[in-house]
């Protein structure tokens, strides 16, 4: 069984930062790419950037130079640094993994259960 668990999220002022962070555990025995999407009140999810197992990294549009993905594989760790927010970057943040677990012999995507992020004065 494989999870992700997500912390770091809360109520911050605009121009702040945050950093979220999400832990995959269990029968894991590979990880490829991981993310982190976005699900703001009345719209889709939407991804705010992702980085594969090599370290290639993607971002969306409107967070670039503001945000920051990374991931410590020695831990199953990815995280996302938030800088400059702003209110519009207010919505539930969900982790997204592409995991191999020890006992299925395929990959298949895992979700976290989300961290609310709010920018608010």
């Known amino acids: 069984q494989v999870q992700l668990v997500e912390s770091g999220g809360g109520l911050v002022q605009p121009g702040g930062s945050l950093r979220l962070s999400c832990t995959a555990s269990g029968s894991i025995f590979s990880i490829d790419n991981m993310g982190w999407y976005r699900q703001a009140p009345g719209k889709q999810r939407d991804l705010v950037a992702a980085i594969t197992g090599g370290g290639t990294i993607n971002y969306a549009d409107s967070v670039k130079g503001r945000f920051a993905i990374s991931r410590d594989n020695a831990k199953n760790t990815v995280y996302l640094h938030m800088n400059s927010l702003k209110p519009e970057d207010t919505a539930v943040y969900y982790c997204?993994?592409?995991?191999?677990?020890?006992?299925?012999?395929?990959?298949?995507?895992?979700w976290g259960q989300g961290t609310q992020v709010t920018v608010s004065s």
């Open positions: 997204h993994a592409d995991i191999m677990a020890i006992t299925i012999a395929a990959t298949r995507g895992y």
